[in-house]
DNA sequence: GCCGTTTTCGGCCCGACTGTTTTCAGTCG
């Protein structure tokens, strides 16, 4: 039982309590506990060894006894008994835009809202707008956030899909019928949503035993069989679809099941030019089977470059593969390093030494440290004399182990509702003491396309600005992006040589993989960065890896791609403009 | 619920923004 976990627990505790509506500060105490536990540098198996959780500042007698209970069963009783007073419905509701606790408290005494079904009821009968303390807007606000919910309500992000298919494949390479099996589908296409996973598997005979167990798995609601060859089942919400094919229909089934189908379309037409035919079995001359048992083969028999999964959208790449014109995508072995990285002098959960010994065990050569800047009060944004603070441990593990991994100096600065930079008011030249400088919206979603366009456009204006952070403000399946004249700031950031951030976080992956072709023959840079909070958050790089390759990049358009000295060279062309 | 003592309970709490108000509660990053 990692301490993580039981900071989970605390902070649903900590929420339960809010949504029965027991005073404020009773919660904040077991948020206060969460972070404590969060924040332990010493490991928590042998402090409570040792009998000492007490002793951890913002652990009393009631926070410490649910630590100890959670590391020793895994649960919590006074947690449970919450979870069976609050409606399960309750906590669905804090994912809608507008809605905390106190309101969904409010709407639960009050109207007895309990689920997203009676929020949207009560809405639509014009009963939320009565309520005091709510009004016409917040219920549109609250109608708009149910229709995103339900819009969204069977996608998955990339790490829950990647898991699940996972645990499948595993599954299925255990079975000793089993020749090959992978992933397909929007998840092989490095789609940063997927409405589930799709598998195939090459099997020694006709694989119904196989597919009978399939739909009866233990770990998963019982199953339906959609074909002959194929079945569907739903696990952990997912929901899974599997065909089983003989070895030699591997390739073509791997590639139907990968599709998308204007890409399959497009090598179906290729193979007719050809006087070959293209199914999902396999690729045919008459009624004889062109040798294509695997993926490659067919593209080759078809006259055609590999295409990268990334790529398969339809968008040009068959005719760029027949031209021998594809790009050389970015891997992620090509990555030396990256920017935007969070340490506990902001919000982030693991020291500025955690974050550069684990930079170092990645074999980077350089990390980019970007704290948030002092608007963002909350997160611990960076005042005068932390920077200063922060700049002097920088130059001292610069002295000592810059030879192996060098740490840039850099700042997540709030782009302000007025368009400036925080810091950039202040009488001395704050900005100009950083390598570098992302750019991020964190406030005022609320302004009109025009008025957040120029607001992002006037930040540009800032010489000391480097990269535009999670330009678009997503949060993938909670809720949309400000609204945003995006090519008007691509078009700003070419001219003005600024570099746009691809936010490799799997609920941002922002910018777009879809701008990126646009983008980068404008000259834009793209940094691939974590928005790491911890050790473990720098992997996150892989997924901003994948956006990249969707969108057709290679090393030289990608920043942290680049040796040491290169990146040198960027930033100080960048602040020679100041 | 936790802290810190002014040892027995008062104070805790980041600030901008929004929508609701007519001075502020609630949300959010
Ligand atoms: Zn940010």
Redesign the pocket.
């Known amino acids: 039982m990692d301490k993580q976990t039981v900071a989970r627990v605390l902070d649903e505790i900590a929420t339960l309590l809010e949504l029965r509506g027991d005073?404020g500060?009773?919660a904040?105490?077991?948020r206060?506990?969460a972070r404590a536990l969060e924040e332990l540098e010493e490991d928590l198996a042998s402090l409570i060894a040792r009998g000492e959780l007490r002793t951890?500042?913002?652990?009393?007698?009631?926070?410490?006894r649910v630590v100890q209970e959670v590391f020793e069963t895994g649960t919590s009783s006074y947690h449970e008994e919450l979870r069976r007073e609050v409606p399960d419905g309750l906590l669905e509701l804090?994912h809608v835009?507008?809605?905390?606790?106190?309101?969904?408290h409010?709407l639960h005494t009050r109207l007895g809202i309990a689920s997203l079904d009676d929020l949207e009821q009560a809405a639509r009968a014009g009963a939320i707008?009565e309520l005091?303390?709510?009004?016409?807007?917040?219920?549109e606000?609250i109608l708009e956030g149910i229709a995103y919910r339900r819009r969204t309500a069977g996608l998955r992000r990339r790490p829950e899909a990647l898991a699940t298919a996972a645990e499948l494949l595993a599954w299925l390479r255990a079975d000793p019928s089993v020749v090959r099996a992978e992933p397909a589908g929007a998840l092989r296409r490095g789609l940063e949503t997927v409405d589930g996973v799709d598998l195939v598997a090459a099997v020694d005979g006709d694989g119904q035993e196989l597919l009978g167990r399939f739909i009866s798995l233990p770990s998963a609601e019982p199953g339906e069989r959609t074909a002959d060859d194929a079945a569907r089942v739903r696990l952990g919400g997912i929901e899974v679809r599997l065909r089983v094919v003989p070895p030699e229909a591997f390739g073509a089934a791997w590639l139907h099941a990968t599709g998308s189908e204007a890409h399959v379309e497009a090598l179906r037409e290729r193979a007719a030019a050809r006087g070959l035919r293209l199914d999902a079995d396999g690729l045919w001359d008459g009624a004889r089977r062109v040798d294509a048992a695997d993926e490659d083969g067919i593209y080759r028999a078809l006259g055609l470059d590999v295409v990268a999964p990334e790529l398969r959208e339809g968008s040009g790449e068959v005719e760029a593969a027949g031209a021998g014109l594809l790009p050389r995508l970015l891997r992620y072995e090509d990555l030396k390093g990256c920017f935007h990285v969070h340490t506990t002098y902001s919000d982030g959960r693991a020291t500025l030494k955690e974050m550069a010994r684990a930079a170092l065990e990645r074999g980077w050569r350089y990390l980019g440290i970007a704290d948030h800047s002092q608007?963002?009060?909350?997160?611990g944004g960076l005042r005068l004399e932390d920077i200063v603070r922060q700049h002097e441990e920088i130059d001292a593990w610069n002295a000592e182990h810059g030879d192996r991994l060098w740490l840039f100096k850099g700042i997540e600065a709030d782009i302000?509702?007025d368009g400036r930079l925080d810091y950039a008011g202040l009488e001395e030249d704050v900005l100009e003491r950083f390598d570098f400088v992302v750019g991020s919206v964190?406030?005022?979603?609320?302004?009109s396309q025009t008025e957040m366009t120029e607001r992002i456009v006037r930040a540009m204006e800032n010489p000391h600005l480097t990269f535009l952070g999670h330009l678009t403000g997503r949060?993938l399946l909670e809720?949309d992006g400000y609204p945003l004249d995006v090519e008007a700031v691509i078009e700003a950031a070419a001219e003005r040589g600024v570099g746009i951030e691809i936010n490799a976080h799997p609920a941002r992956l922002d910018l777009d993989w879809r701008w990126w072709r646009a983008a980068s023959a404008r000259g834009i840079c793209a940094a691939i960065n974590p928005d790491a909070h911890d050790a473990a958050g720098l992997d996150d790089v892989r997924y901003g890896v994948t956006v990249a390759r969707k969108g057709w990049l290679g090393v030289r358009n990608v920043v942290n791609a680049w040796d040491l000295e290169e990146v040198r060279a960027y930033f100080a062309k960048r602040k020679g403009r100041a």
């Open positions: 005073e500060f009773r904040r105490a077991f206060t506990a951890v500042r913002g652990l009393g007698p009631a926070t410490a804090l835009p507008g809605l905390g606790t106190k309101r969904i409010t707008a005091p303390g709510f009004g016409k807007r917040t219920q606000r608007a963002a009060a909350y997160a302000l509702a964190h406030s005022a979603f609320g302004s949060l809720r």
